[in-house]
Structure formats: C-alpha cells, structure tokens
C-alpha cells in the first residue's frame, strides 16, 4: 500500500547548526504534503503545506525563513531546520494524501534535539 | 473555523473494560474525520476514518467510531480494551490538512 517515508527519525544536531527532514512518498506522486510538529506532551500543529514545484505555503506563526520547505519531486518534500536552537527540538511529521482513496499517510516522525 | 475537541485528557480503563473517547468537531463543510494512535516514541497511526455512508464506522484493532452530526460527536469506542492498546489517540478533522485535537492519554490498567 501507499507509505509515507521520513528520515532521519531521530538526529541530534548542535545549537546554530542546520538540518534536513526529507519525507517522501514511497509508491505515489504527491503533489501536496503537510508538515506538522509536535511539542512535547502537546497535539500536532500544521506548520506548512508543501507544493510540488512551488513555494510552501506556511501557517500563522511559523518563520519561513527558520523552516525551509523544498518540494522539488513529486515524491520529495524536504523541511530544513536553519540555525536550530534547543526550543526547535520537537517532533516533526509530515503526510501525503491518495486522492483516489481519499486516504491520508503520515510519515513516522522525525524526531529532533538541539543541543 | 475548523477545530477539534477532545474534552479527555487522560483516561484509565481496566484491562477487559470497555472504552469511549470523546471527540467533538467544527467544520464549515461535511467533515472528514479520522482518528490516530501514537504510541510513546512513535509516529501516527490511522485507526479508522469517515468521509461519508455508515456512520459507524469500523477500524483496526477492534475499534470502532461513530459519527452523529447532530452532536458533531465523533467517539471511538472499543469493547474491550487490551494493556496493548494504552497510548496517545487523536481524532483529526479535514480533507488534506487535518486539524488534530490535543489527545487523550490512554492508560490501561491489569
């Protein structure tokens, strides 16, 4: 069936240093994806909607500059933590939707620690 | 405006003991709903889904959920509930983007 794919799933990084979340869609063309983050303890926020050859589109609240989102493949949406800070250490998911079964897939989670 | 509502933030049931968890919704449309577990350290995982038919509506693990639009109620249910099944649930609303309620923390207890 139709999988949702998110690597790393954890990864520690450094105060002020950047990381990459890829998800990806392993056996359908998504054109749309959505990221969210978790805080500890808390439900999952939207943060952006990722498009497939163009710009994301970002929630209120959340710095486009501090989380970049690249859709670059049908299959391929990445989320770039810049200059992270131990406040950005989350857990961040994204998901792709099969529009013929009007299903929805999530990845299984990134989780992030800035130290 | 869309939103979730999950008025139980933590619920302890006996093993073999029957479970409800509460989830009401508002959405400017006809709802698709879903509701998700998460275990500790883990990602999502769907356990059932409505868009539209039966409003009662069948999952994995043995669980069930029933939408009543005129409560804007979509509760999960499950008859008997395992220590396998204690963990994070959210019941979600939209079509593409889901708006998620803040969870309910299942604990199970021997």
């Known amino acids: 069936g139709a999988v949702v794919s998110q690597h790393p799933s954890r990864v520690i990084c450094k105060s002020g240093t950047s990381v990459k979340i890829e998800c990806r869609s392993l056996?359908?063309?998504?054109?749309?994806m959505f990221w969210y983050r978790q805080f500890p303890k808390k439900s999952l926020m939207l943060m952006a909607t990722s498009n497939e050859g163009s710009k994301a589109t970002y929630e209120q609240g959340v710095e486009k500059d501090k989380f970049l989102i690249n859709h670059a493949s049908l299959t391929l949406s990445t989320l770039t933590v810049t200059s992270a800070h131990p406040e950005d250490s989350s857990f961040y998911i994204c998901?792709?939707?099969?529009?013929?079964?009007?299903?929805?897939?999530f990845g299984e989670g990134s989780w992030l620690t800035v130290v | 405006a869309q939103s979730v509502t999950q008025p139980d933030i933590h619920i302890t049931v006996s093993e073999g003991a029957s479970l409800e968890l509460r989830c009401n919704y508002s959405y400017g449309a006809t709802p698709y709903l879903f509701w998700y577990v998460q275990s500790p350290g883990q990602g999502l995982q769907l356990l059932l889904k409505?868009?539209?038919?039966?409003?009662l509506v069948q999952g994995i693990k043995g669980f069930e959920a029933e939408f009543k639009r005129s409560q804007s109620s979509f509760n999960l249910r499950k008859p008997s509930v395992h220590w396998s099944d204690a963990a994070e649930y959210f019941c979600a609303v939209g079509k593409n983007n889901l708006f998620f309620g803040t969870g309910t923390r299942l604990t199970v207890i021997p």
């Open positions: 998901s792709a939707g099969l529009t013929e079964s009007n299903t929805i897939y």
């Open positions: 409505y868009f539209s038919g039966d409003t």
């Open positions: 056996d359908f063309q998504a054109t749309t």
